[in-house]
């Protein structure tokens, strides 16, 4: 079954990631052969809400190998994002891939959603960009990424 991306998720991928600016790291979660999960952390660059050609789902671009190699091999991940008092918990599966300059973008639909809050006032789990992170995690490539797997979820195969 296919979940509808949460609001409050979706407003939390929204946020940019800006130099200076306290930014928040969704963990990302793949399990390997053995079942060991692995964690990984994006930012908002990495991830992006898609609803175009009703679609509902989230576009992910991994450049590291073993959640690249995990997420082709299970098909699965789960992504954690704090709002407010309240922590997402979205298991996700791969509806789609594609392999952009050495960086795995999927689509991905939820397949489910869980919260869990006391309504105690939660602190994401963050960094601050210093000056030189767009280059040194080459947000280009990234960028690159997450707009081929989008044209080829809307039909368009050029990528």
Do not use: Y
């Amino acid at each position: 079954m296919v979940v509808k991306v949460p609001p409050a998720v979706a407003a939390a991928l929204a946020e940019p990631v800006t130099v200076g600016v306290p930014a928040q790291a969704f963990p990302f979660l793949t399990v390997d052969d053995a079942g060991v999960p692995h964690c990984c952390l994006l930012s908002s660059t990495e991830i992006a809400v898609s609803s175009s050609s009703g679609h509902d789902e989230l576009h992910v671009a991994l450049a590291g190998r073993r959640p690249r190699t995990n997420l082709e091999a299970r098909g699965t991940a789960t992504l954690l994002a704090v709002a407010g008092t309240t922590l997402h918990s979205c298991t996700l599966a791969v509806a789609e891939v594609v392999h952009h300059e050495g960086v795995l973008a999927a689509a991905m639909t939820v397949v489910d959603h869980t919260e869990d809050s006391l309504g105690i006032e939660l602190v994401p789990l963050g960094f601050t960009p210093p000056a030189h992170l767009a280059e040194l995690e080459h947000w280009d490539v990234t960028a690159g990424a997450l707009a081929a797997i989008g044209r080829l979820r809307d039909g368009d195969v050029r990528t």
